[in-house]
């Protein structure tokens, strides 16, 4: 066999079909793709949303707080939370308690679209037509790969 055939000759762990950080970038990019149209109805953009869904859990939580919750630096959230902010869904305001803190708090347009959002995990759920044990599994080892990838 010749060098260049041998350069033809397939590695397995060099195959696309065969990279789990591919299968993760594609399916999260079909992901946001089905995410699109839901959300562009409530007038968010996929960051946005993630960020009202842990409004939505925890009204009044910090700056910090919740850039740790999403796994996000305050050079990326700082501009999120300022078009929430002028889309009038929330306030940043500084804490009582410590002025070096920023707490986030919804407006009530903010509280209002938590139920037209409601839809828009029904609609996910029946695009991946995957039963929901099924479902929350593959989210909870999608969980522990990310906290290993982490550690």
Known sequence: MSKTQSLLVPNPALLLDNQLCFALYSTSLAMTKLYQPLLKALGL????????????????????????????????????????????????????????RVQIVLSPAGQALREQAKLVPQCVLKAVDCPLPELIDLTRQMQQLRSKLLA
């Open 45 to 100: 953009t996929y960051p946005q949303y993630l960020v009202m869904l842990v409004l939505w859990e925890s009204d009044g939580i910090s700056v910090s707080e919740l850039g740790e919750r999403l796994f996000l630096d305050s050079g990326t959230l700082t501009p999120l939370l300022k078009r929430l902010q002028h889309a009038g869904l929330l306030q940043r305001q500084r804490s009582a308690v410590d002025e070096r």
